[in-house]
């Protein structure tokens, strides 16, 4: 099991900045990846940004050059820098992480339990 838990989220003006932090514990295999979703009122739950153990991210269209998603390996924490804000960013913010059984190589999906982003003046 992996428990995730997120901070960071509130309420920003539009070209405003937040920083979100999700820390993991628990049985956390090496390779792993970790990252963010986001759901909206009304809108399908989307991945925003996710990154390797090793550094690798791939981040969602609407957020490039925007968006910065880190890791700390030795604190099993993942973090998402977003800038510019806008009110389409509104959402509530899922972090997660895909466990890679070491063995069987099956990724074993948890999620936290989401903190709200809001974008408004």
């Known amino acids: 099991q992996v428990q995730l838990v997120e901070s960071g989220g509130g309420l920003v003006q539009p070209g405003g900045s937040l920083r979100l932090s999700c820390q993991a514990s628990?049985?956390?295999?090496?390779?792993?990846?970790m990252g963010w979703y986001r759901q909206a009122p009304g809108k399908q739950h989307e991945l925003v940004a996710n990154?390797?153990?090793?550094?690798?991210?791939n981040y969602a269209d609407s957020v490039k050059g925007r968006f910065t998603i880190s890791r700390d390996n030795a604190q099993n924490t993942v973090y998402l820098q977003m800038n510019s804000l806008k009110p389409e960013d509104t959402a509530v913010y899922y972090c997660?992480?895909?466990?890679?059984?070491?063995?069987?190589?099956?990724?074993?999906?948890?999620w936290g339990r989401g903190t709200q982003v809001t974008v408004s003046s």
């Open positions: 997660n992480i895909d466990n890679i059984h070491p063995r069987n190589r099956i990724p074993y999906t948890y």
């Open positions: 628990g049985s956390i295999f090496r390779n792993n990846i």
């Open positions: 990154i390797t153990r090793d550094g690798i991210a």
